[in-house]
């Protein structure tokens, strides 16, 4: 009899939700998503792709069944793919064994050329039920599902991605045809179900944990609504589901018949990896969180992959080591002091470079890919927070499409304004009072507004920024234009230290 728990002692990490075994009648799947590029640990000492490539290979090690998944992103948040495009995060896939991956919006980010490019000759079984790529370069790298068995038992395993309007630049996915998510998934594990005789029927998917948005539902919603999905493998959201953690979002969903199917997701960044245990007598479904931490490095001595790796973390060690400024506290990467700098500096770089008389800035939290941390602050921190190809850009808003812009951003949690404005909202979403330089808000006014130019298209669902009259754009990229601004800073020996009033507050 092989245990799970066995190895994680001997590596010390005694996780409580392992006390039982994991025998041979059992399918492990070892789960990632949103790694963004997180080669290396991060900045707060977690993660690392040798860490996690320990624990795959411990557990495979010790386990007879073991499915190794990806449910997207695997690009876009370090200076990986800033400078190397994918080179080194898609070879990971098939060095790290994953059976198994979907895409995620951001596998886009350099265009569908370049990604069909990156991963035609990628051995990882791709998947995407919903996605018609037959008019891409893509064609033939997709399957909508495939079907493995294990203890005499079938599992139907198929990939679930999310609409990409308001996600990607329609430019970067062209020839790409969406169809309904949801309909898709149930259509096909209904498929597998009655036609494939499958057992069992696993989605794995990019579509986000819980949405209210019914044109874009996210992974609750599609279970709600399915009889056949056993258990969902999830991404986009960085959502972490703990079920050892009481404060966690439920793991547990009740669908249409309301029998409670597994959703899991494991954060951004690859901190922890998903071990999901599947009992094939019962097919009875178990879920915990093994983290990605310094508890591995014994373990994760890999002399050909970190030869692999070498020449490419060279350039990218150089960038982070090479301080440019100082920051007075540290601030994640989403919290409202983030917010607020980022769109407080971009009111001032387009104001000083283009010299208009700009009423506001809006940004996007998403935008912002690292935290700023307290004390030194280097070229290649802020050239990963902004690893974007984007731009600065002045637009004409409506008061009327402005107030729609902040029902949107509401309805999020809130997002990144710049401090002429003030917004309070309810909970779901609505608008209670809009200012702008401490007047409300006039529905027939006209704003100028200083923003990206992905917002501008409509990105992030701001639909009702999308112009195609662009007043001033900005000739260098914004993460470019930050590293300028910061840089100026440190020459000056002025710290950064952003506001950390809330512009845009729910009231209920």
């Known amino acids: 009899m092989k245990k799970i728990n066995k190895y994680l002692v001997a590596f010390g990490l005694l996780l409580a939700a392992y006390a039982g075994s994991v025998e041979a009648e059992d399918l492990v799947i070892l789960t990632t998503n949103d790694t963004h590029s997180h080669i290396d640990p991060d900045f707060d000492g977690k993660g690392g792709v040798l860490r996690r490539k320990a624990i795959i290979d411990s557990i495979r090690g010790a386990e007879e069944n073991v499915l190794l998944v990806d449910a997207g992103d695997v690009v876009q948040g370090t200076l990986y793919f800033s400078l190397y495009g994918g080179a080194v995060e898609y070879p990971m896939l098939d060095s790290l064994g994953y059976d198994i991956s979907v895409l995620g919006n951001h596998e886009f980010d350099n265009g569908i050329d370049s990604l069909a490019y990156r991963q035609r000759s990628l051995k990882v079984a791709r998947l995407s039920a919903n996605y018609g790529l037959a008019s891409t370069k893509l064609e033939g790298c997709y399957l909508p599902y495939v079907i493995k068995e294990y203890g005499g038992k079938r599992f139907g395993i198929m990939g679930i991605n999310l609409d990409p309007v308001g996600m990607i630049d329609m430019a970067n996915c062209k020839g790409l045809v969406y169809n309904n998510s949801q309909q898709v998934a149930n259509e096909t594990a209904r498929y597998l179900k009655q036609n494939e005789k499958v057992d069992f029927v696993i989605m794995v998917s990019h579509v986000g944990y819980d949405s209210n948005n019914p044109d874009s539902p996210g992974d609750v919603q599609i279970v709600k609504s399915s009889r ?13 589901i703990d079920p050892a953690n009481p404060s966690s979002v439920p793991w547990l969903v009740p669908n249409a018949t309301g029998r409670n199917v597994a959703v899991t997701q494991t954060g951004f960044g690859g901190k922890h990896v998903g071990c999901i245990k599947i009992d094939l007598d019962s097919l009875t479904v178990d879920y915990n969180l093994i983290p990605v931490d310094k508890h591995w490095d014994a373990k994760a001595n890999y002399p050909a992959l970190e030869a692999f790796l070498a020449p490419y973390q060279e350039p990218v060690h150089r960038l982070l080591n090479n301080t440019i400024a100082q920051s007075a506290q540290y601030c994640e990467s989403s919290s409202t002091e983030m917010q607020n700098w980022v769109a407080d500096i971009a009111y ?18 998403g935008g912002i890919r690292q935290p700023m941390p307290t004390g030194n602050v ?11 190809n984007n731009k600065l850009v002045v637009i ?7 107030l729609k812009a902040f029902e949107v951003m509401a309805s999020r949690g809130g997002d990144a304004v710049s401090n002429s404005v003030k917004v309070l909202y309810k909970k779901d979403g609505s608008i209670e009072v809009a200012t702008v ?16 130019d992905y917002l501008a298209h409509g990105g992030d669902h701001l639909n009702s920024l999308e112009s195609k009259d662009f007043i001033y754009v900005d000739d260098m990229k914004f993460g470019d234009r930050v590293f300028d601004y910061v840089k100026k800073l440190g020459i000056n020996d002025v710290v950064i ?8 507050q729910c009231i209920n």
């Open 228 to 240: 056949d999905i056993d258990l969902v493998i999830g991404g986009h959201s960085h959502t972490l």
């Open 348 to 365: 001032e770089m387009v104001t000083s470079q283009s010299g208009l008389n700009v009423d506001l800035a809006i940004m996007n939290k």
């Open 378 to 388: 280097s070229e290649g921190l802020i050239r990963s927070m902004f690893p974007f």
């Open 396 to 402: 004409d808003v409506s008061g009327e499409n402005l």
């Open 437 to 452: 330089r401490g007047i409300v808000v006039n529905r027939a006014k006209m704003y100028r507004v200083a923003t990206l």
């Open 497 to 504: 230290q952003p506001s950390s009033r809330p512009r845009m």
